[in-house]
């Protein structure tokens, strides 16, 4: 397997970090990985080396640009960035052109798949109007401002939301629905029941706050139907 450190940046010169991973002979699929919101970090690293194992490339974004968004700091740098969303799609960009310039990928085959809020960027992405085959949000935000621009969306939409998400209230997501809808968006959404956000990450629950734990059961589930729709959309050759 390939791993690697990359640092790039953005269009306006903002440093990040990212990480890449894929199989010694890459055969074309390819995922952006867009992380949870403390920070870039071993979930992630973890995660895309699963992937890699499987045969996907994968990188991951820096798009906090290596701050800790669990801070104070981090959470004024937070508020910034997800008011801005010219600043969130500019930042998933940058990511998903060092993406593109590896070895071995086929660009008729790449995805983006986001944690938490990493899950927004992945939908901003999308919303763009980058050339996507898939998107995944797992416990993800759902932007619902600027409606117009989900008809920019060119591939298939998943989203894996927990029934007793606090981030993601049953309102926001019926909002999210009938937009996508409105937009002709080919897209799917699985609810997990009495589960709460963060359902994907170990450990989580040591945040101490409410609506926020880990689940062996929906991390398998959510897993397995995010297997399914990656093969369903860009493969394993």
Same mark, same amino acid.
């Given at each position: 397997?390939?791993?690697?450190?990359?640092?790039?940046?953005?269009?306006?010169?903002?440093p990040?970090?990212?990480?890449?991973?894929?199989?010694?002979?890459?055969?074309?699929?390819?995922?952006?990985?867009a992380?949870?919101?403390?920070? &870039?970090? @071993?979930?992630?690293?973890?995660? %895309?080396? +699963?992937? #890699? /194992?499987? !045969? *996907?490339?994968?990188?991951?974004?820096?798009?906090?640009?290596?701050?800790?968004?669990?801070?104070?700091?981090?959470?004024?740098?937070?508020?910034?960035?997800?008011?801005?969303t010219?600043?969130?799609?500019?930042?998933?960009?940058?990511?998903?052109?060092? &993406?593109? @310039?590896?070895?071995?990928?086929? %660009?008729? +085959?790449? #995805? /983006?798949? !986001? *944690?938490?809020?990493?899950?927004t960027?992945?939908?901003?992405?999308?919303?763009?109007?980058?050339?996507?085959?898939?998107?995944?949000?797992?416990?993800?935000?759902?932007?619902?401002?600027?409606?117009e621009?989900?008809?920019?969306?060119?591939?298939k939409? &998943?989203?894996?939301?927990?029934?007793?998400?606090?981030?993601?209230p049953?309102a926001?997501?019926?909002?999210?629905?009938?937009?996508?809808?409105?937009?002709?968006?080919?897209?799917?959404?699985?609810?997990?029941?009495?589960?709460?956000?963060?359902?994907?990450?170990?450990?989580?629950?040591?945040?101490g706050?409410p609506?926020?734990?880990?689940?062996?059961?929906?991390?398998?589930?959510?897993?397995?139907a995010?297997?399914?729709f990656?093969?369903?959309?860009?493969?394993i050759?």
């Amino acid at each position: 397997m390939i791993k690697r450190d990359i640092a790039y940046r953005d269009g306006a010169g903002n440093p990040y970090a990212g990480f890449f991973a894929s199989p010694d002979a890459p055969t074309g699929p390819a995922i952006l990985l867009a992380h949870n919101a403390p920070r &870039l970090g @071993a979930f992630e690293r973890t995660t %895309a080396e +699963r992937l #890699a /194992a499987l !045969g *996907y490339s994968v990188f991951c974004a820096d798009y906090s640009g290596g701050i800790d968004l669990d801070t104070e700091e981090g959470r004024a740098a937070f508020g910034l960035i997800f008011s801005d969303t010219p600043r969130v799609r500019d930042r998933a960009q940058a990511a998903l052109a060092i &993406l593109t @310039a590896q070895a071995g990928i086929d %660009a008729g +085959r790449i #995805a /983006a798949i !986001g *944690y938490c809020f990493g899950g927004t960027v992945a939908l901003e992405l999308a919303r763009s109007g980058a050339e996507l085959q898939a998107v995944v949000g797992l416990h993800a935000g759902l932007p619902l401002a600027q409606p117009e621009d989900n008809r920019a969306i060119k591939g298939k939409v &998943l989203l894996i939301e927990g029934t007793q998400d606090p981030i993601v209230p049953p309102a926001m997501r019926a909002s999210f629905e009938t937009q996508m809808d409105q937009a002709g968006v080919d897209w799917r959404m699985l609810l997990l029941g009495g589960v709460s956000h963060g359902f994907t990450v170990p450990g989580i629950e040591k945040m101490g706050r409410p609506g926020i734990a880990y689940n062996q059961a929906a991390d398998q589930r959510s897993w397995e139907a995010m297997m399914h729709f990656l093969g369903e959309t860009i493969g394993i050759a």
